[in-house]
């Protein structure tokens, strides 16, 4: 066991009180940094063909689905955010989009790097913590957290204190707190730490790393962490990924040609063609906004939209005999529904 400084040592005597009588300005500034983002995809994990992610269907271009690193690692921001930011850590989020560091479209990894550890140091964050994930040729599998070898006790503290959450609720290999000089470790002025959460390249990995209730505990063990790091004590329950419903899954589209009125009011021109609706639903009948959709009309073209709040995805079909086809576009889900396109009468 490291030793503790004073100051921690103090908080932590104190943590039950500190809990119920802390205001948000006496606990500390945590940047949390999603790493990659934008046209910088991290490392690419394939995924079997069944598993909903939770995340935007991603696909390689043999168009199999494929888990992208920047994906795990900002939902994993987002859910770790939430879980500090509803214990009163004020937090910055060194991007909060699919963009590189500072939401800004990626242009070279130097300028990501710089914009991620120019925000923490202007916002005077007191702890940094990157949220990476892991490949590698030799299927290696499991979870090691990153230091700088130079950094101060306390992050070397932080670092082991992150290591031991992750491997007690992910409960993957412990591969240790290891030390790099990673470009956002050395440019922080701050206690900051790298962590790599589970292996993308490691099939037993990759599909933990697909569940949002793993990355929700992932986020939860990061967060546990920092909490005892500020001295606050006992965190609560960390590795339960509770209050996190899996996703629902698409279970039925409905496919009807509407009338000529509404075919004009969608602005779809009578003697060219129909508005035609598809309406997705999941397992309980609700409709399901933001599902991709693909369809293919009677002359062969090929339409991709996604569904609206209530469920709708409209469609312009040609009035030319023939099918119409529409099936959600999310990996591992099967769910099409077709019907004849009658001939138009002159
Ligand atoms: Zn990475």
């Given at each position: 066991m490291p030793a503790v400084p004073a100051s921690r040592t103090l908080l932590g005597a104190l943590g039950a009180t500190l809990v119920a009588a802390t205001s948000a300005a006496a606990l500390p500034v945590v940047a949390i940094d999603a790493g990659h983002g934008g046209s910088d995809s991290g490392a690419i994990g394939a995924l079997a063909p069944?598993?909903?992610?939770?995340l935007e269907p991603r696909f390689n271009v043999f168009l199999q689905p494929v888990l992208l690193e920047k994906d795990v690692n900002l939902d994993v921001a987002n859910r770790l955010n939430a879980w500090l930011a509803a214990r009163g850590f004020p937090t910055l989020m060194t991007r909060s989009t699919d963009n590189a560091g500072g939401d800004v479209?990626?242009?070279?990894e130097g300028a990501d790097l710089k914009a991620r550890t120019d925000a923490a140091n202007a916002a005077l964050a007191e702890i940094f913590v990157s949220i990476h994930q892991n490949s590698s040729r030799t299927g290696a599998s499991g979870t090691e957290t990153y230091v700088r070898s130079s950094a101060p006790e306390v992050t070397h503290l932080l670092a082991a204190g992150v290591q031991r959450t992750l491997v007690a609720c992910l409960g993957l290999p412990d591969r240790g707190v290891k030390e790099r000089s990673f470009y956002v470790l050395r440019n922080t002025a701050m206690p900051a730490i790298l962590v790599e959460?589970?292996?993308?390249?490691n099939e037993v990995d990759v599909g933990m790393l697909a569940s949002p209730d793993v990355r929700q505990r992932m986020a939860e063990a990061i967060g546990g962490a920092i909490f005892q790091y500020a001295g606050l004590g006992d965190p609560g329950p960390i590795c339960s990924g509770v209050g996190v419903a899996p996703p629902p899954v698409p279970k039925k589209i409905v496919l009807t040609r509407a009338g000529r009125k509404l075919t004009q009011r969608a602005g779809i021109n009578p003697k060219r063609g129909d508005l035609w609706i598809a309406t997705v639903r999941d397992a309980s009948g609700a409709p399901m906004s933001s599902i991709p959709v693909r369809a293919r009309l009677p002359n062969g073209k090929g339409v991709n939209t996604t569904s609206r709040p209530d469920g709708k995805a409209l469609l312009a079909v040609p009035r030319r005999k023939g099918r119409v086809v529409v099936a959600v576009a999310m990996p591992g889900i099967k769910v099409a529904a077709r019907a004849k396109v009658p001939a138009r009468r002159r």
């Amino acid at each position: 066991m490291p030793a503790v400084p004073a100051s921690r040592t103090l908080l932590g005597a104190l943590g039950a009180t500190l809990v119920a009588a802390t205001s948000a300005a006496a606990l500390p500034v945590v940047a949390i940094d999603a790493g990659h983002g934008g046209s910088d995809s991290g490392a690419i994990g394939a995924l079997a063909p069944e598993v909903v992610t939770g995340l935007e269907p991603r696909f390689n271009v043999f168009l199999q689905p494929v888990l992208l690193e920047k994906d795990v690692n900002l939902d994993v921001a987002n859910r770790l955010n939430a879980w500090l930011a509803a214990r009163g850590f004020p937090t910055l989020m060194t991007r909060s989009t699919d963009n590189a560091g500072g939401d800004v479209p990626y242009t070279s990894e130097g300028a990501d790097l710089k914009a991620r550890t120019d925000a923490a140091n202007a916002a005077l964050a007191e702890i940094f913590v990157s949220i990476h994930q892991n490949s590698s040729r030799t299927g290696a599998s499991g979870t090691e957290t990153y230091v700088r070898s130079s950094a101060p006790e306390v992050t070397h503290l932080l670092a082991a204190g992150v290591q031991r959450t992750l491997v007690a609720c992910l409960g993957l290999p412990d591969r240790g707190v290891k030390e790099r000089s990673f470009y956002v470790l050395r440019n922080t002025a701050m206690p900051a730490i790298l962590v790599e959460g589970a292996f993308l390249s490691n099939e037993v990995d990759v599909g933990m790393l697909a569940s949002p209730d793993v990355r929700q505990r992932m986020a939860e063990a990061i967060g546990g962490a920092i909490f005892q790091y500020a001295g606050l004590g006992d965190p609560g329950p960390i590795c339960s990924g509770v209050g996190v419903a899996p996703p629902p899954v698409p279970k039925k589209i409905v496919l009807t040609r509407a009338g000529r009125k509404l075919t004009q009011r969608a602005g779809i021109n009578p003697k060219r063609g129909d508005l035609w609706i598809a309406t997705v639903r999941d397992a309980s009948g609700a409709p399901m906004s933001s599902i991709p959709v693909r369809a293919r009309l009677p002359n062969g073209k090929g339409v991709n939209t996604t569904s609206r709040p209530d469920g709708k995805a409209l469609l312009a079909v040609p009035r030319r005999k023939g099918r119409v086809v529409v099936a959600v576009a999310m990996p591992g889900i099967k769910v099409a529904a077709r019907a004849k396109v009658p001939a138009r009468r002159r």
